[in-house]
Structures are given as structure tokens and as C-alpha cells.
């Protein structure tokens, strides 16, 4: 049947694809709009399959927190190419997304999919972005965050984000912010050594017991010696990457436990999310 340039253009309208996809998916579809756009979106799916094993190391980190302060997401739509991270619908899409999840209390990164942003599920609207792209586009993260206060901040370029959760209420925004900057920037492992998982702990130990190993002015020490040393490297690894032990970004004559102790006595973050595409 013939397919009208009006049809066309309602249909590109719809789904964003390109005025050929959408006059191939019409007169696949025989004229019908909602066949047309499942034919784009199997056509997303298609390329995405073929497109599997491709890297999708660029995208869009979002991290959003309600109204009242007291919940937050952090999302990212991954894809491949820096320059579709960059568009403006891409990094739309991946705020309606992170809207949606915030507003729908979405527990992981499968009911994300679930969830319907302009009238489609995120999972279909992924597809439909894939079929207009061309590249591997993918939801990757997904977290929550709940606390007394909970403080987001987005580095410029939307590569990097954070969420910051507090005990109470802030007395001054711009505390709030400085810790989120100090997440972002220093990429602390734990809030505290207490938070540091024993996973972690082991692997940090093995690495800093090879490192005292193999130095050439430990050759010949007992065992002992090595463990002491490798105690020390630990040690060291808690104060560079314990956030409360960290030296404070603005100013690093004081600690970050310190800086908070100073802005409240009673002000302790209770945990963070970070997430960056910046290796």
C-alpha cells in the first residue's frame, strides 16, 4: 500500500526513527501505527543482539533525589559513542528514566525496565533508542539511596555522579555539596573502616604482603617484618580511601571527619553511591 509522507512523518514523530525506517515500517505493517512501531522496536532489538559483545563505555550518569531531600537514584544509560552520550535527547531520556524510578520507589535495575516513561516501557524505549542510534545502548545502574538528608551532585559532562546520605538535616546546603564533591573527586571505598567489607580488607592485604615481598629493601626480613609492613601499606590505604580519614578537598590540613565535625557536631554520612565512566 502506498504510505503517505504525513504517515511517515506522525510515525517519526512517535518513535524518533529515521523517515526510511519509518516508511519501511508502515508498509510492513500496512499502514498500521502500533505494528509500525513494534517493527522499529524488534529492529532495536535486533541490533542489539548483533551488537552484544561491543563495549558500551560511554553514556549518561544521572543522580536525582526527591523533593523532600530524603531519597535519591542514581542511573546510567550506557552506550558507545561519545558523541550520542552527548545529545540532548539521550541524557533526556536518561533523566525521565531516573524521574520515573524516583517517583515509583523502583527497587533495581529490572523494575526500572518495567517502568513506562511517555507512555512506553523503559525497556521499549531503550529498543526504540537503538533502532534510531544504531549503537548498543543499555541501562547499566541503577541505585537507591535513603537517609535523614540526601544530597546529589552530577559532574559536568554527566560521566561521574554521586549520592551522599546524611544523619539529619542540613544546616547549610553548601556542607552537603562539599561532601558530595569530596565522594566524586576522591573515590573513597567506605563511608568508615567499620563499612569496608572483609572482601576488601583480604584483597588489600594480599596486595600490600606481594608489594613488601618483592621490594628489594625487604629481601632477607622475616616474616614478621613483612606483616608489619604490610599492616603499615594497609593502614596507609585506609587514611587515602576511608572517606571520614580522607584530607578534606578544600582544604587539607583537616580531615573530612573533621570538616563535618566542624559544620555539626552531631553530622555523620551514613552512605554513598559513586558512579563513573572516567576510568
Known amino acids: 500500500m502506498a504510505i503517505s509522507a504525513t504517515e511517515v512523518a506522525k510515525l517519526r514523530k512517535m518513535t524518533g526513527a529515521?523517515?526510511?525506517?519509518?516508511?519501511?515500517?508502515?508498509?510492513?505493517?500496512?499502514?498500521?501505527?502500533?505494528?509500525?512501531?513494534?517493527?522499529?522496536?524488534?529492529?532495536?532489538?535486533?541490533?542489539?543482539?548483533?551488537?552484544?559483545?561491543?563495549?558500551?563505555?560511554?553514556?549518561?550518569?544521572?543522580?536525582?533525589?526527591?523533593?523532600?531531600?530524603?531519597?535519591?537514584?542514581?542511573?546510567?544509560?550506557?552506550?558507545?559513542?561519545?558523541?550520542?552520550?552527548?545529545?540532548?535527547?539521550?541524557?533526556?531520556?536518561t533523566e525521565e528514566v531516573a524521574a520515573a524510578a524516583l517517583k515509583t520507589g523502583a527497587a533495581d535495575l529490572d523494575a526500572v525496565k518495567q517502568l513506562t516513561v511517555n507512555g512506553i516501557s523503559v525497556a521499549d524505549g531503550v529498543n526504540e533508542k537503538v533502532a534510531v542510534i544504531g549503537e548498543k545502548i543499555d541501562l547499566t545502574f541503577f541505585g537507591t539511596l535513603e537517609a535523614a538528608e540526601v544530597v546529589a551532585y552530577i559532574h559536568p559532562g554527566n560521566k561521574l555522579a554521586c549520592l551522599v546520605g546524611f544523619n539529619k538535616k542540613l544546616a547549610n546546603p553548601q556542607t552537603g555539596r562539599d561532601i558530595a564533591m569530596q565522594v566524586a573527586s576522591m573515590a573513597p571505598v567506605a563511608v568508615d573502616k567499620e563499612s569496608v567489607s572483609a572482601d576488601v580488607v583480604a584483597k588489600e592485604m594480599e596486595i600490600a604482603t606481594d608489594q613488601a615481598k618483592i621490594d628489594p629493601k625487604n629481601e632477607g626480613k622475616p616474616a614478621e617484618m613483612i606483616e608489619k609492613i604490610a599492616k603499615g601499606k594497609l593502614e596507609k590505604?585506609?587514611?587515602?580511601?576511608?572517606?571520614?580519614?580522607?584530607?578534606?578537598?578544600?582544604?587539607?590540613?583537616?580531615?573530612?571527619?573533621?570538616?563535618?565535625?566542624?559544620?555539626?557536631?552531631?553530622?555523620?554520612?551514613?552512605k554513598f553511591i559513586r558512579f563513573s565512566l572516567v576510568a
Open 18 to 93: 529515521g523517515m526510511m525506517d519509518c516508511k519501511k515500517a508502515l508498509e510492513e505493517a500496512n499502514g498500521d501505527y502500533e505494528q509500525a512501531v513494534a517493527i522499529i522496536r524488534k529492529k532495536g532489538q535486533l541490533i542489539a543482539s548483533k551488537r552484544a559483545d561491543r563495549d558500551a563505555t560511554e553514556g549518561c550518569v544521572i543522580a536525582t533525589v526527591s523533593d523532600c531531600a530524603t531519597k535519591g537514584v542514581l542511573t546510567v544509560l550506557s552506550c558507545e559513542t561519545d558523541f550520542v552520550a552527548k545529545g540532548d535527547d539521550f541524557i533526556r531520556f
Open 237 to 270: 590505604f585506609f587514611k587515602e580511601m576511608i572517606l571520614i580519614n580522607q584530607e578534606f578537598i578544600k582544604d587539607n590540613k583537616k580531615t573530612v571527619a573533621e570538616y563535618l565535625k566542624e559544620a555539626d557536631q552531631d553530622l555523620k554520612v551514613t
